[in-house]
């Protein structure tokens, strides 16, 4: 039986997979090349560090510890620059709804994402309150598809892997979703998201009765 929903935060609740991918884009750009929209589906819930170690890959460019440190932390500093401008205006279309009728209908909610920035972003389109436990970048260490975000937040629930549902737009999230055995609902496109349980458009897709379904 399904007790909590366990939701990743950039893609899924909010647009910000366009500011990350515009940061990086223009950190790509000052070192001399680009990607594309398509590879950018391969860093959506990757960890900045090894966001970046694949990207200097694309571009076949060597750089030493130090210096990606620095190229990490430029790139947030423009990510930073954007999301500082959201509002709750920026909540995806049903996201809020969405976490309170689960709440409403008794099922706990926990945040389970790769970023450093998430209490900022949620504290910015005031969703804070609609999550019983947050873990993000700065409480696990390794990156999806490993499941640690996960269990961590099933830990902190206090549920099983197995009463959990993650709501996740990255494949590697989907992954790291079923490799926790856990349920996986994906958000976006289905031939993309091809492991998940169930692949919605969006969270304004989603009722109580297709979780219920799982
Ligand atoms: C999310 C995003 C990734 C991002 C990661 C770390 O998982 O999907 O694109 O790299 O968080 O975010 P941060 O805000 O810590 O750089
Ligand atoms: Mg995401």
Redesign the pocket.
Known sequence: KIKACIFD???VIVDT?VY?YEAWRRLANQLGFDFTEEQNEQ??????IE?LKIILNWGTVAKTDEEMQELATLK?TW?VEMIKKMTPSDILPGAKEFLEAVRANKYLTALG?????SEMILKQIGLMHLFDALVD?NKVTKSKPNPEVFLVGAKELNVNPGECVVFED?IAGVQAAKAGNMKAVGIGEAAILNEADLVVKGLFEMTIEKLENL
């Open positions: 935060l950039d893609g997979a990350h860093l959506k819930g990757i960890s900045r966001s947030n990510y994402s790769a970023s450093k920035n970048g990255a």
